[in-house]
């Protein structure tokens, strides 16, 4: 009987793959056919992380803190009616929890926060985001078994968002280290896997690609973040992304998100970046960058081609600062910045990364382009301080002022003059400045788009000094005939401050 079912059962399957026989050949080879030499990993993702996962979830740790913050001002004593025996408790008891200004003022709270870490020295070096640790009293590294270790902070970088934690292992329990891997070789479309503490819920795994690299999202000087659409939440700040050979690649610590929730968008850290300033923080407990002591602007497109350079590129040089690496290296305003230690430098935002990141006192080589060629200058590397950056930092101010009579020269929208003692006190010009005042600016110009105040001062046009307004109508008339279609005015606010501006030659 059985054998009887079972032949029946052969039958129907072979008139259905008679049936069906065509329709499985041509699903068979658009889904299981590929080209000859396909990779692997391109016919299908990871099976799974299980194992993955499971020999890296021991090397993750929940970071809690808890710190003190004053009290808020309270609701005003109530007031009971007249002859109320209640009346002269509440007046006891508000009067105890008044501040100096004689308002009612809670006790002070202690307030909690969590986020994630992760051990990268078996002796208890733990990495994690300065803004999880950032004025805590108490910092509280618990790990996967359920112990708890209580960190100390060896430093921290707010530029970076990195702080590294000291914690003290218990001897028959060996902490665990994770490895750097090399996010240089990290490709859009790679997967990755992130372990942390989203809202406190603890050791949770989730996996994505890498979605974009080199990421600015505005939230330092050296933003250069990979982004990934692994889940990353409220909580998993601090927490690794690891390639899959279980290397931390990045150190998650941002997301964008309306909600607060994961919208796929997510970014972290690369480790490359990262290792640096751990080293640092764990050596000296505080960064030393290097200092190149220049001001720089983003190379458009119009500056490119008033330079006559090709292809926009490069770190522009719009200021250099006295006595510093740049000038003894006789690095000038105007130079266009393409390599810095044989690394290119694509956008503006490259060369301060890599400047940050190169060993102080190194002699390195700095390629330029200058008036159309390149040159090789040797610059030794000097160490950012908070006076130089603050100096590198200073906001050009513009200060307008009533145009004096008469007007002497109009060119692109600009009134000009000699810049004579009157006019450099009435402007209040720093005495170091010297070039072409200006006067008067059209409204609706495109020196007036581009933030040209009265008062500013005109030093170079297209890399070439000017002295008098008739010698900047000279050289905008050569770049005329050479076809030029704009041409790059140097100019410096009334404190020295040097900015280029491209301004077109139509005007």
Excluded: C
């Excluded at 600009?414 to 005042?437: C, I, S």
């Excluded at 008098?468 to 050569?478: L, S, V, Y």
């Amino acid at each position: 009987m059985a054998a009887a079912a079972t032949r029946s059962i052969e039958a129907k399957a072979r008139a259905s793959t008679r049936r069906f026989g065509l329709a499985a050949a041509i699903l068979g080879a658009l889904f299981v056919a590929v080209p000859a030499g396909t990779p692997a990993f391109a016919q299908q993702g990871p099976a799974s992380v299980a194992d993955l996962a499971a020999g890296l979830l021991d090397s993750v740790v929940n970071i809690s803190t808890s710190q003190t913050v004053a009290g808020t001002r309270g609701v005003p004593a109530p007031s009971a009616p007249e002859g109320s025996p209640f009346q002269e408790f509440f007046d006891e008891f508000f009067n105890k929890q008044k501040g100096p200004d004689g308002q009612a003022e809670a006790p002070p709270r202690k307030v909690q926060s969590l986020g994630s870490g992760f051990v990268i020295d078996s002796s208890g070096i733990i990495i994690t985001n300065n803004h999880v640790i950032e004025d805590a009293d108490e910092i509280v590294a618990n790990f996967s078994d359920g112990s708890k270790l209580t960190a100390t902070l060896l430093g921290k970088d707010e530029k970076t968002d990195l702080a590294v934690l000291q914690v003290k292992p218990n001897p028959a329990k060996p902490l665990k280290a994770l490895r750097f891997g090399d996010s240089d070789k990290m490709r859009v479309g790679d997967w990755v896997m992130a372990i942390g503490n989203p809202f406190g819920l603890g050791g949770t795994v989730t996996l994505g690609i890498v979605s974009a690299r080199n990421r600015d999202i505005n939230s330092g000087p050296y933003d250069n973040f990979i982004q990934t659409d692994a889940a990353i939440n409220r909580g998993n700040s601090g927490g690794p992304l690891f390639n899959m050979y279980g290397e931390v690649i990045g150190i998650n610590t941002a997301i964008i998100s309306p909600s607060g929730g994961s919208i796929g968008i997510g970014f972290a850290i690369p480790s490359d970046a990262a290792m640096h300033v751990v080293d640092q923080l764990r050596q000296y407990g505080e960064t030393r960058r290097g200092w190149l002591g220049v001001r720089i602007q983003q190379v458009t497109d119009e500056i490119a081609e008033s330079l006559n350079m090709g292809p926009a590129r490069g770190a522009l040089v719009a200021g250099i600062t006295d006595k510093g690496p740049a000038a003894e290296a006789k690095i000038e305003p105007g130079d266009v910045v393409i390599s810095f230690d044989g690394k290119p430098i694509t956008e503006m935002r490259d060369l301060p990364r890599l400047v940050a990141d190169a060993p102080i006192d190194k002699v390195v080589d700095v390629v330029v382009i200058r008036k159309g060629a390149e040159l090789t200058l040797k610059v030794k590397v000097g160490r950012l301080t908070e006076a130089a950056e603050a100096s590198a930092d200073t906001k050009l101010d513009d200060q307008p002022a009533e145009p004096p009579k008469p007007i002497v020269t109009e060119a692109l929208g600009l009134t000009l003059a000699e810049l004579t003692p009157d006019l450099r006190t009435k402007y209040n010009v720093a005495k170091d400045v010297n070039g072409v005042v200006i006067t008067a600016v059209a409204p609706g110009s495109g020196a007036a788009e581009k933030g040209v105040a009265v008062g500013e001062v005109v030093v170079e046009v297209s890399q070439e000094s000017v002295a008098k307004p008739e010698d900047i109508t000279a050289r905008i008339d050569t770049l005329k005939k050479d076809g030029r279609k704009s041409a790059l005015f140097l100019i410096a606010n009334t404190a020295g401050e040097l900015r280029f501006v491209p301004l077109k030659l139509d005007e």
